[in-house]
Nanobody
Framework: QVHVVESGGGLVQAGGSLRLSCAAS????????MGWYRQAPGKQRELVAH???????KYADSVKGRFTISSDNAKNTVYLQMNSLKPEDTAVYYC???????????WGQGTQVTVSS
């Protein structure tokens, strides 16, 4: 009974910025990690960034130096600050929460990010 909801997507010009937010809520749970994936038309879903409850982070090579993932553990919320956006960043971005004691993640509905040339 865990719900994951993303927000903050939109349309921006190349070089612009967006900040995505994701909140997990519901019955009592503990989070191992939260992350962001994205999927562009005709491409496989890929990991963008990942953060553990201890604050360790990982990034896809394509976004290193441009995107920053952060979290507020008390609020079960994760953020993705996206700077210097490129048209190739255009995709649906999905938030996932990996919970203690579960197999697989809980996924949000996705939020569209479109970067124009």
């Amino acid at each position: 009974q865990v719900h994951v909801v993303e927000s903050g997507g939109g349309l921006v010009q190349a070089g612009g910025s967006l900040r995505l937010s994701c909140a997990a809520s519901g019955s009592r749970f503990s989070i191992n990690a939260m992350g962001w994936y994205r999927q562009a038309p005709g491409k496989q879903r890929e990991l963008v960034a990942h953060i553990t409850s201890g604050g360790n982070t990982k990034y896809a090579d394509s976004v290193k130096g441009r995107f920053t993932i952060s979290s507020d553990n008390a609020k079960n919320t994760v953020y993705l600050q996206m700077n210097s956006l490129k048209p190739e960043d255009t995709a649906v971005y999905y938030c996932v929460a990996d919970l203690v004691g579960t197999r697989g993640g809980y996924w949000g509905q996705g939020t569209q990010v479109t970067v124009s040339s």
